[in-house]
T-cell receptor, first 115, second 109 residues
Framework: IAGITQAPTSQILAAGRRMTLRCTQD?????MYWYRQDLGLGLRLIHY???????GKGEVPDGYSVSRANTDDFPLTLASAVPSQTSVYFC??????????????FGPGTRLTVL | GQNIDQPTEMTATEGAIVQINCTYQ??????LFWYQQHAGEAPTFLSY??LDGLEEKGRFSSFLSRSKGYSYLLLKELQMKDSASYLC??????????WGAGTKLIIKP
């Protein structure tokens, strides 16, 4: 693995179902992020983690949860999916937690459709 | 509130020069990023500015004026592969990245 991987690539989900989007990085980055990207809107931060064992809420956290048990993995869980959660989800990581020159590197994204 | 404005879409001709503008109003400023995103792909880092002035990197240059809350990305010698969305993002006082909606650049032969 080189960089960030996400799984699945795409998913169609029935409303009310539980879903976990997976994200793994092999760059030993401290910070990780989950964004959603919707047409006409900028990337919106859902949750973040500055270091393993800690997480924080972003701009649009409702309906989502995360965990950061180790440095490499940062799964995003939708406890009970709703159609408004239809979106493209990007996981990203950066070397440090919020430094001003902290470039974020993105995974390939998961396209999620909730029906 | 925090706000980043970019044009929604721009069209340019192969071989020409195009300037994509970004204006921002954020709570504090700790740097401005430009990312490129091809359709269906992830954003990739292009440039970072924290001081006023022009940063040049090959065919791409990025300019920042902190007093005006303004940046632009300049693309020279446009190639068809430059067709993509260009995202402007600002790091605020809490070191959170605030993203613009992106500018879709269409290159015509």
């Amino acid at each position: 693995i080189a960089g960030i991987t996400q799984a699945p690539t795409s998913q169609i989900l029935a409303a009310g179902r539980r879903m976990t989007l997976r994200c793994t990085q092999d760059m030993r980055h401290n910070a990780m992020y989950w964004y959603r990207q919707d047409l006409g809107l900028g990337l919106r931060l859902i949750h973040y983690s500055n270091t393993a064992g800690t997480t924080g809420k972003g701009e649009v956290p409702d309906g989502y949860s995360v965990s950061r048990a180790n440095t490499d993995d940062f799964p995003l869980t939708l406890a009970s999916a709703v159609p408004s959660q239809t979106s493209v989800y990007f996981c990203a990581s950066s070397a440090d937690s919020g430094g001003p020159t902290d470039t974020q590197y993105f995974g390939p994204g998961t396209r999620l459709t909730v029906l | 509130g925090q706000n980043i404005d970019q044009p929604t879409e721009m069209t340019a001709t192969e071989g020409a020069i195009v300037q994509i503008n970004c204006t921002y109003q954020t709570s504090g400023f700790n740097g401005l990023f430009w990312y490129q995103q091809h359709a269906g792909e992830a954003p990739t880092f292009l440039s970072y500015n924290v001081l006023d002035g022009l940063e040049e990197k090959g065919r791409f240059s990025s300019f920042l004026s902190r007093s005006k809350g303004y940046s632009y990305l300049l693309l020279k010698e446009l190639q068809m592969k430059d067709s993509a969305s260009y995202l402007c993002a600002v790091t605020d006082s809490n070191y959170q990245l605030i993203w613009g909606a992106g500018t879709k650049l269409i290159i015509k032969p």
